[in-house]
């Protein structure tokens, strides 16, 4: 299930679990290119449960929207990742640091008030 919900002007929440099929990839895709549309200075929360792989055409329903999603990463300054997987959370952190001016951070799943606290925090 790949869920995402707009909750302010610059606010988007995904919530991803289990593994997804082509046709889930393409509509949680469009919803969160459409979501992120009118964002700037955007925040993103990212709460990732019970992680599966995707199938194989799901990973090619991403190839085929990889120029959209990444021109939303000019949209957001911040994404709090939540996970309960270790190896989720440092490749997280570790792509936050290849994208200039979006500050990622990984947090634990029972860190959600830490997350949401971070996410609102003035950037200096």
Request: overall charge negative; charged content about 30%; some cysteine.
């Amino acid at each position: 299930m790949l869920k995402i919900t707009k909750r302010s002007a610059n606010r988007v929440d995904i919530d991803l679990s289990g593994s997804l099929d082509a046709d889930a990839m393409r509509d949680g895709l469009d919803k969160l290119i459409g979501a992120s549309e009118d964002v700037k200075n955007g925040r993103m929360y990212y709460r990732i449960t019970d992680f599966s792989l995707p199938t194989l055409g799901a990973i090619g329903v991403e190839m085929t929207r990889l120029p959209k999603l990444f021109g939303l990463l000019g949209k957001f300054d911040k994404c709090a990742v939540l996970t309960d997987s270790d190896w989720l959370r440092k490749a997280a952190e570790f792509e936050g640091a290849l994208f200039p001016g979006l500050d990622i951070r990984s947090f634990e799943l029972d860190e959600q008030d830490e997350a949401e606290a971070w996410l609102a925090a003035t950037q200096t």
